[in-house]
């Protein structure tokens, strides 16, 4: 009897739960601004800081991974990761876009989200890396904390594909499809 009562309630939230962010597909991402730091940027073996927007990922097809700053939400994905590493997309047509949220860092540990944000920019020159002190992107798009959200887009900006949590294999593939039919 108390199911009954209940499974109303829990049909009614589910939609909520399952699409807590507000990215549309074939739309493009909520526009946001992040000031304080930005995108990560090369200068000769040392790494600076210069003012990012969304707006900018216009252009090439990317795949945006927006997460938490903690290492559970850089691991929940690595194995998407990997495979785009092990893809080799041209730099021309394509760009990986790593967004982390210090804001969502374990209290105590911001400096060290900074400074690994840093070392990875060095390891991978190639992709872009933004460091948002604040969490403007994660409360803009309204992600899920302490996770790891997928997007991909086209070159025109639209969402092709988002999932907030662990992407399973067929994920993948199919994130891996969508990039390689959208170049």
């Avoid at 597909?25 to 000031?35: A, E, G, R, Y």
């Avoid at 210090?102 to 209290?107: G, V």
């Avoid at 690994?116 to 309204?142: C, H, M, R, T, Y």
């Amino acid at each position: 009897m108390k199911m009954k009562a209940l499974l109303p309630f829990i049909l009614a939230c589910s939609p909520a739960i399952a699409f807590a962010h507000n990215i549309q597909l074939n739309s493009s991402v909520p526009n946001v601004k992040v000031d304080t730091y930005g995108e990560i940027l090369v200068e000769g073996k040392d790494t600076t800081f210069q003012a990012w927007n969304s707006e900018q990922m216009k252009g090439k097809v990317r795949i945006i991974q927006a997460i938490a700053g903690r290492s559970a939400a850089k691991a929940m994905n690595a194995d998407l990761m990997a495979a785009i590493t092990a893809a080799h997309f041209p730099e021309q047509e394509y760009q990986t876009t790593t967004i982390i949220n210090q804001d969502d860092a374990i209290w105590g540990t911001g400096s060290f989200v900074k400074s690994s944000a840093q070392d990875s920019k060095l390891e991978f020159p190639w992709s872009s890396i933004v460091l948002d002190e604040s969490g403007n992107v994660a409360k803009s798009w309204d992600l899920q904390p302490e996770l790891s959200a997928i997007i991909v887009q086209d070159k025109q900006g639209n969402v092709l594909f988002v999932k907030e949590g662990a992407l399973n294999e067929q994920e993948i593939q199919q994130v891996l499809e969508l990039v390689k039919v959208s170049l």
